[in-house]
């Protein structure tokens, strides 16, 4: 989800729409493969620049990773660890029940 807080319109909208959508599609995907494991926005963010070289902003990270909570594709932890900055930051798993439900 775009969240449109600098009034773009027309082809503008709909690029940015789709980039945020690319987004949430990998970090979907490294959840996903890492099933079981709970990761901090912070080691996505060190991922995605490690392994595909993008530098994206923690906020968008994070935005992105609240809007698969959201869809319930993540399930948010309780447990934290520490962050990129030296604060707490919860960590997410994939929702496993995605996974068997993709199955049938």
């Known amino acids: 989800m775009f969240y449109n807080t600098i009034d773009l319109t027309g082809h503008d909208l709909e690029k940015a729409k789709a980039y945020i959508l690319k987004q949430e599609e990998l970090i979907s995907a ?45 399930i948010k932890l309780e447990k934290m660890t520490e962050g990129i900055y030296g604060k707490p930051e919860h960590l997410w798993k994939f929702n496993l029940k995605i996974i068997q439900v993709d199955l049938f």
């Open 30 to 74: 490294i959840y996903k493969r890492n099933a079981g494991k709970a990761i901090s926005p912070s080691q996505i963010l060190d991922i995605i620049r490690l392994h595909y070289g993008f530098n994206w902003p923690l906020t968008s990270v994070r935005r992105s990773i609240t809007n698969l909570t959201d869809k319930a594709a993540l």
